[in-house]
Nanobody, 127 residues
């Protein structure tokens, strides 16, 4: 059974950058598509980015396009989220998730496609 642990969250100022990391234990990491989602208090979970199991396909949410970059290292069993030009509206708990039933080239935007979730890491952007 795969388990996911996120790290890298914190308190930053508007315009700063932050990098989140998610490490997987158990399972066969290279077989899974991976995604990042976020949820702010009182709001629905929002798609941030997803990457196919080989890293050839990447998708982003509209609000983070051109500011955030998702990447993965299958040898290190990690997926990262580089966040640049952060804004107060990026404040949320960020979750890493694994789509263990994926197919080659898939990078799903839907949270219901993901089977395993991490515990989340808090990102707060002050204005």
């Amino acid at each position: 059974q795969v388990q996911l642990v996120e790290s890298g969250g914190g308190l930053v100022q508007t315009g700063d950058s932050l990098s989140l990391s998610c490490v997987a234990s158990g399972g066969t990491f290279g077989y899974y598509a991976m995604g990042w989602f976020r949820q702010a208090p009182g709001k629905e979970r929002e798609f941030v980015g997803a990457i196919s199991r080989a890293g050839t396909v990447r998708r982003y949410g509209d609000s983070v396009q051109n500011r955030f970059t998702i990447a993965r290292d299958n040898n290190k069993r990690t997926v990262s989220l580089q966040m640049n030009n952060l804004k107060p509206e990026d404040t949320a708990t960020y979750y890493c998730a694994a789509d263990v039933n994926t197919v080659a080239g898939a990078a799903d935007r839907r949270p219901e496609a993901y089977d395993v979730w991490g515990q989340g890491t808090q990102v707060t952007v002050s204005s």
